[in-house]
């Protein structure tokens, strides 16, 4: 990292107050990047858990009304946990691309987390324990693609 080249935001996998997307900004070995790092495998590995439960459910012809859409609720925020992390490690993928074109430094594995794209969690192998993490609502993918730096807070 050189003293002209601002540091890269990264996209977290939790939203603050109304749903606004959360940054932070550094070389992703400080403890916030590690609890991104933590709540991202607890994430995905709860949502292969759900979508294997999900199957047995729906093979089960005995499932309530009510059952299914209490699924499909979690199925629905699993699928948003998911694209947020997919979203957030794109965009590592692209600025550490960005700076390998440049020359710069690139770190290994897409970014923090060393997870990479297509990888699999980041720091290898997904937590099947935990809290159920709860997703706020309004948490919506950027259209406009990655964001080098945060939005201002208003």
Do not use: N
Not at 34 to 52: K, N, P, T
Not at 71 to 94: N, P, T
Not at 119 to 133: K, L, N, Q, R, Y
């Amino acid at each position: 990292m050189s003293a002209r080249e601002p540091e890269e935001a990264r996209l977290l996998p939790w939203t603050g107050p109304e749903g606004r997307p959360c940054y932070v900004i550094g070389d992703g070995s400080g403890p916030v990047s590690r609890a991104a790092d933590r709540i991202e495998r607890i994430r995905l590995g709860m949502a292969g858990e759900l979508v294997g439960h999900a199957g047995e459910m729906l093979a089960d012809h005995r499932v309530t009304r009510g059952e299914l859409h209490y699924l499909a609720s979690r199925l629905m925020e699993s699928l948003r946990d998911v694209g947020r992390i997919a979203e957030a490690r794109l965009a590592a993928a692209q600025a550490a691309q960005g700076a390998a074109e440049a020359g710069e430094f690139a770190p290994a594995g897409g970014g923090p987390g060393g997870g990479g794209l297509g990888g699999g969690p980041p720091g290898g192998g997904a937590a099947s324990v935990g809290p159920p993490w709860a997703v706020p609502p309004g948490i919506v993918a950027h259209g406009s693609g990655p964001r080098k730096s945060p939005p201002p807070v208003t």
